[in-house]
């Protein structure tokens, strides 16, 4: 074995970037443009977060996308304390806080919080969406609102 690979195969894994399906894009488009896009539906006006193919409230295909203001509360969240097999990547960040952001548009969304130490954060407090750099995609995460 060389020593470049030796090197290599000590070097900390990449995180995982996600796969962009085309009912995705367009999210993906948004983040790259500092921008928090979530669907609506045409027929029934129901916002809804993750991107789908249709409106989970009454099925239908007629959906577009509006700007959110990134303005949320945390709803719920967890403090990641070990790295399981899938996120070594995430290894030298623990703990880390994993949450269910409710927006002002009303659609929740899973996102990380950042820009405080865990234990203080609580549920319904304030934060808003930045976005971080990660391998070539823009991702969502969310950090104290004053
Ligand atoms: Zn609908």
Known sequence: MSKESTASSKALPSKPIPDVFTYTQQFWEGTAKNELLIQVCGS???KQWYPRTLCENCGERNLSWTKSSGRGTIF???IIQEVVMNSPAFEKEIPYAL?????EEGVRMV???VGCPPEHIKTSMPVE???EKINGFSVVKFRPRH
């Not at 949450?99 to 927006?103: A, F, G, H, Y």
């Open 111 to 113: 996102a990380q919080v």
């Open 129 to 131: 969406a930045f976005f």
């Open 44 to 46: 029934c006006q129901y």
């Open 99 to 103: 949450s269910i952001v409710e927006l």
């Open 76 to 78: 719920t969240f967890t």
